[in-house]
C-alpha cells in the first residue's frame, strides 16, 4: 500500500508564489511518474504537470513558464512550485505516483489533496 501526503498548499495574493511538496511512503520498490492534478470547484480534475523518473516533464499550458515540477527520488517526494499566481489557478491540487511495490505490482496513489487560493 502506498500513501502520498502533499503539503504546503494556502492562500496567496496574485502574483505570488507557493511551493507544494507530495512524499510517498509504504512498500514502494521504485517510482515511475509523479505529477499533480488539480480540480477547481464545478470543474473536472485536470493535469497540471507530469515528471518520470528520470526528470522528463510535461505540463499543461496554462502553467507553462509559472509552474515548474521537480523530485527528489531519494526521498519520494514530487515538488511543484508555483510562481506568479492567477486567481484562476485556484483548486485543490493532487500529487499522484505510479509505484511499483515490493510485490511488483504496478499502484496508482493519490495524495488526499491541499487547497491553493489566489485573491486577486
Known amino acids: 500500500q502506498v500513501q502520498l501526503v502533499e503539503s504546503g498548499g494556502g492562500l496567496v495574493q496574485a502574483g505570488g508564489s507557493l511551493r507544494l511538496s507530495c512524499a510517498a511512503s509504504?512498500?514502494?520498490?521504485?517510482?515511475?511518474?509523479m505529477g499533480w492534478y488539480r480540480q477547481a470547484p464545478g470543474k473536472q480534475r485536470e493535469l497540471v504537470a507530469t515528471?518520470?523518473?528520470?526528470?522528463?516533464?510535461n505540463s499543461a499550458d496554462s502553467v507553462k513558464g509559472r509552474f515548474t515540477i521537480s523530485r527528489d527520488n531519494a526521498k519520494n517526494t514530487v515538488y511543484l512550485q508555483m510562481n506568479s499566481l492567477k486567481p484562476e489557478d485556484t483548486a485543490v491540487y493532487y500529487c499522484?505516483?505510479?509505484?511499483?511495490?515490493?510485490?511488483?505490482?504496478?499502484?496508482?496513489?493519490w495524495g488526499q489533496g491541499t487547497q491553493v487560493t489566489v485573491s486577486s
Open positions: 499522484n505516483a505510479v509505484v511499483l511495490d515490493y510485490a511488483y505490482r504496478r499502484t496508482v496513489g
Open positions: 509504504g512498500r514502494i520498490l521504485s517510482i515511475n511518474d
Open positions: 515528471i518520470t523518473s528520470g526528470g522528463n516533464t
